[in-house]
């Protein structure tokens, strides 16, 4: 579980936070709202410019009158007619019954929910404009709830757009806003003069005259091209976002170009040779290849900014401990964070056991640690004494001193929100005398992000995959199991443990209510203890004191404890090679990563191992569908990628950046699946404009990310 931001590192929020729309944390210095604006605000429509690019959902014709005798039943149509017959009923139902007759035909208006004005307007002898969806009936045609105006106002000559809104801010309200906005908005062209005319976009459809089409379309516009967003004005837009997020993205990597950081060229046979021949294994081939690649960046005197991705149990951390030998040979220090206690404790008994014996001292940074322990921790890593620094976030917290960061890894990079993420980059220390290097930056993360987002969002990111498992695994049997058949379940368990394994058992953690997760756990501790006389079963979860955590954790790797019940604090990064067997309960109320994360903890030595994952139906008896996709998908595939590329499609994309904390969403018109030649046009062009046209460039990127670029280069 990712743990609470401190106060310490929540303030240290970026210098333009302020400029960014929408924090809905009420920032003080900014003026007051109206309720407009507060409404428009929480769908990011501050600037005319965002107004101006929020674009309709849909469209409804209203330009059009049609003659009863004309339209089709099922046709949704607008009529003018004359009220002949108004009465209130109230059986079956309290409802408005009102006939109206255009001179062609007679229609029945329904309505369950009306207001005396409504009832009012629809008086005997009114003329009426009616607009809604014919449907035929016993008696004739009948429209329910149609929407009802006075007759003869000038009809509009263009489509009325439907635009995607929030609870109380009413469509008539948001259509005058976004109106307003479109007309006030500098919608002057950003595209360099010299680039409109090529074959991608059409030079009739600019920015302005591709906006003012898709809010106000001319009645026989082609449908179809604008719902499926293959219309030219529409490509025009998506192109734009894209070209504005490559732009962001290569400002970002300039940036990063002009930092500064030691440059890490340990001598020949120093720790790092020494590290890889007292090793008990050799490396796969793809984790030589990732080490050199990493070794590379760490010899330059620019911050590296890597994120290595590698299916879990694909070896990381030895390649992350290489990376710190290197580092630590050159002479500065490594910190190594983690997104649970557990990990770090772990991670630290692992380093301690390859590093120590070479002379590497390691410090453990925690939350919880006792304020002696932690102290004697703070002063080794002021004073240089621990050359690498293994913890929890608590490793950025502002109280800790480095004597020479010059290395910071993030292992399971994708628990960590974005201004953690920050916050280590930042933590440079006094790397060489405290002058502003920044300190290397390597990121691990199991949840392999697809290429596409890669391309996209983290042009500013290298990637390096450790694309081949240790060799001896055997692939983990993925069974789904009625919660009803437990039973059997305990008998596999009792047979893995007579065959001197281990066993996992997961229980569930439902956000809202910690206290009810605990519950669970603690019953299925009780009934499998129970179940299983003369087992040492034993609890883990995230409430339990860090001592009793790290107890139950080294019993559990010393073969003492055979069944470990827990909460999905095991979740990330646990390596017990022994262990054979994962149970998870209630496995449909898990995301699809994580069900892999999980199952990620089996497998990891030579022995057959299964993961049982164990599904109760609800109250309607069934599963829900994306509950069934992701089982499904466990089922089917045991390769992360390929789990990542289905979570992205049940899920979105947002998830694998670690922006639930943030929700903004990351593109809003394009799609990195679909238009692909779109974003080739826009990595092609971003370099180009950055050197020739800087101005568009800034104005471009300025109006279509506004202070969301921040946000997407971090
Ligand atoms: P992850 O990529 O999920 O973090 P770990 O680093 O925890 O994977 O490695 C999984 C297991 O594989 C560990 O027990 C580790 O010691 C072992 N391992 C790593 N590399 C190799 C290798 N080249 N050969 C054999 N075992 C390896
Ligand atoms: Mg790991």
Known sequence: ????????????????????????????????????????????????????????????????????????????????????????????????????????????????????????????GARVRVRGELRGGFGGAVMMHPTVKAAGTPLPDALTPVYPTVAGLAQGVLRRAVREGLARADLSETLPPEISGKKTLQPRWGLRSSLSFL??????????????????????????????????????????????APALRPAAGALH???????????????????????????????????????????????????????????????????????????????????APLGVRVAWLAGRQPKKARDAMLAQVASGEAALVVGTHAVIQQRVTFHSLALAIVDEQHRFGVQQRLALRTKAGSADGGDGAEPHLLMMSATPIPRTLAMSYLADLEVSTLDELPPGRTPVVTKLVADTRRAEVVQRIRAQIAQGRQVYWVCPLIEESEAVDLVNATATHAELQAALPGIAVALLHSRMPAADKQQVM?????????????????????????????????????????????????????????????????????????ARERLRAMVETGDGFEIARRDLTIRGPGEFLGARQSGAPLLRFADLDTDTELLAWARALAPRMLAEHPELAAKHVQRWLGGRAEYLKA
């Open 215 to 260: 809010h106000h379309p001319l009645p026989g516009a082609d449908l179809a091209a604008l719902q499926d967003h293959s219309h030219p004005a529409w490509q025009r837009l998506k192109a734009e976002e894209l070209l504005a997020q490559q732009l962001s993205q290569l400002e970002a990597r300039r940036a990063r170009e002009r930092l500064r």
């Open 273 to 355: 040779q020494r590290l890889l021949a007292a090793l008990p294994f050799a490396l796969t081939a793809a984790q030589v290849r990732v080490d050199r690649e990493i070794a590379r960046d760490l010899a330059e005197p620019r911050p590296m900014h890597r994120l290595l991705q590698g299916d879990v149990g694909s070896g990381k951390t030895v390649v992350a401990a290489l990376a710190a030998a290197r580092c630590i040979a050159a002479g500065h220090q490594c910190a190594l964070m983690v997104p649970t206690e557990i990990l770090a404790e772990q991670h630290f008994r692992k380093l301690v056991g390859w590093l």
């Open 1 to 124: 579980m990712p743990e609470p931001q401190t106060a310490a590192q929540a303030k240290r929020s970026r210098p333009d936070a302020a400029a960014a729309p929408a924090p809905t944390d009420g920032t003080p210095q900014k003026p007051p709202q109206s309720a407009l604006q507060k409404a428009l605000a929480r769908l990011g429509l501050v600037r005319d410019i965002d107004l101006a690019l929020h674009l309709p959902l849909r469209y409804e014709d209203e330009t059009r009158i049609v003659r009863l005798a004309a339209a089709r039943d099922g046709d949704t149509v607008q009529i003018e007619a004359t009220v002949v017959a108004s009465e209130v009923v109230l059986r079956p139902r309290r409802q408005l019954l009102v006939t109206v007759d255009d001179g062609s035909g007679r229609c029945l208006l329904r309505f369950f929910h009306f207001y005396p004005s409504q009832q009012k307007a629809l008086s005997q």
């Open 554 to 626: 080294s019993e559990f790797v010393a073969g003492s404890i055979k069944v470990l019940v827990a909460t999905t604090v095991i979740e990330v990064g646990v390596d017990v090679p022994n262990a054979s067997l994962m149970v998870v309960e209630h496995a449909e109320r898990f995301g699809l990563s994580q069900l892999h994360q999980l199952r990620g903890r089996v497998g990891r030595g030579a022995a057959a191992s299964a993961c049982v994952l164990l599904y109760a139906v609800g109250e309607g008896g069934r599963l829900g569908e994306s």
